[in-house]
């Protein structure tokens, strides 16, 4: 088992089959095959900057647990009793209308954490989170999670920066469902979610499958392929392996924007 960023990595009969880090969690996975992981808390980005003595306190509190494709990791509703981080593996945050349809909010990828709004509130889960593929997650108590915020300066920046992307992410994702032309919102949609990588290459990194991102964006399955299809065909956009790139963000941009 490994991720891109190698925040979880394997070792068998004791040897790493990833790169080495300061901070690692040993976690025993299967002791009749001498398999196990390794997490890689400083390759989390809220904890990267922590002292010596408050890693050694969040490896002390930290618990781990993994999920099967589609469980669900978090329950709207329930308590907020922990902060969690995505090791390895995807997750996308959704919510139930009144009439029982699930609408997705947000995805989710290693190195992220999620539940902090219950955590420091002290109030219950406000949406669900559904695990896309196998994860492994790991959960922080509360009462650490709080003493981080508030003891810990590269915690505390790192969380407002945070929020605030939060906050302005939410209400482009508000507008985006707003649009009353679908083929619009899904190329609005693919304008937030694309990042510019090496070499100023705009990619969409763990592209949810055409369902996810009809249940995210308030569609169907069928016009989101088709949709997609047309924008491969006009060669703005390539398709790859859970990844999206595009070949011609001006005329995404321009698309979005009529």
């Given at each position: 088992m490994s991720?891109?960023?190698?925040?979880?990595?394997?070792?068998?009969?004791?040897?790493?089959?990833?790169?080495?880090?300061?901070?690692?969690?040993?976690?025993?996975?299967?002791?009749?095959?001498?398999?196990?992981?390794?997490?890689?808390?400083?390759?989390?980005?809220?904890?990267?900057?922590?002292?010596?003595?408050?890693?050694?306190?969040?490896?002390?509190?930290?618990?781990?647990?993994?999920?099967?494709?589609?469980?669900?990791?978090?329950?709207?509703?329930?308590?907020?009793?922990?902060?969690?981080?995505?090791?390895?593996?995807?997750?996308?945050?959704?919510?139930?209308?009144?009439?029982?349809?699930?609408?997705?909010?947000?995805?989710?990828?290693?190195?992220?954490?999620?539940?902090?709004?219950?955590?420091?509130?002290?109030?219950?889960?406000?949406?669900?989170?559904?695990?896309l593929s196998p994860v492994m997650v790991a959960l922080l108590p509360r009462n650490t999670a709080l003493h981080l915020f508030s003891h810990s300066p590269s915690v505390a920046k790192h969380m407002l920066r945070f929020l605030a992307e939060k906050v302005q992410r939410d209400s482009q994702f508000r507008a985006l469902l707003s649009i009353h032309n679908t083929a619009k919102r899904i190329y609005t949609f693919l304008e937030l979610m694309k990042e510019k990588k090496e070499g100023d290459v705009e990619v969409v990194e763990n592209l949810p499958t055409h369902q996810d991102i009809a249940n995210m964006i308030n569609t169907s399955r069928e016009t989101v392929t088709r949709t997609l299809l047309a924008l491969v065909q006009q060669g703005i956009i390539e398709k790859g392996t859970h990844r999206l790139i595009i070949l011609n963000p001006a005329e995404l941009h321009k698309l979005a924007q009529n």
């Amino acid at each position: 088992m490994s991720t891109d960023n190698f925040i979880v990595t394997a070792t068998k009969n004791g040897v790493p089959l990833g790169p080495e880090d300061a901070s690692v969690m040993p976690v025993p996975k299967d002791s009749q095959n001498k398999v196990s992981v390794q997490i890689h808390l400083r390759k989390i980005p809220l904890l990267a900057q922590l002292s010596e003595d408050e890693m050694r306190q969040v490896m002390t509190d930290l618990r781990i647990r993994t999920y099967a494709k589609r469980d669900v990791v978090l329950q709207k509703g329930a308590s907020g009793d922990s902060l969690l981080f995505l090791l390895s593996g995807q997750l996308q945050v959704i919510d139930v209308t009144e009439d029982g349809r699930a609408i997705g909010l947000r995805m989710l990828a290693p190195g992220d954490f999620f539940g902090e709004i219950a955590v420091i509130n002290g109030s219950t889960r406000s949406a669900s989170v559904v695990a896309l593929s196998p994860v492994m997650v790991a959960l922080l108590p509360r009462n650490t999670a709080l003493h981080l915020f508030s003891h810990s300066p590269s915690v505390a920046k790192h969380m407002l920066r945070f929020l605030a992307e939060k906050v302005q992410r939410d209400s482009q994702f508000r507008a985006l469902l707003s649009i009353h032309n679908t083929a619009k919102r899904i190329y609005t949609f693919l304008e937030l979610m694309k990042e510019k990588k090496e070499g100023d290459v705009e990619v969409v990194e763990n592209l949810p499958t055409h369902q996810d991102i009809a249940n995210m964006i308030n569609t169907s399955r069928e016009t989101v392929t088709r949709t997609l299809l047309a924008l491969v065909q006009q060669g703005i956009i390539e398709k790859g392996t859970h990844r999206l790139i595009i070949l011609n963000p001006a005329e995404l941009h321009k698309l979005a924007q009529n």
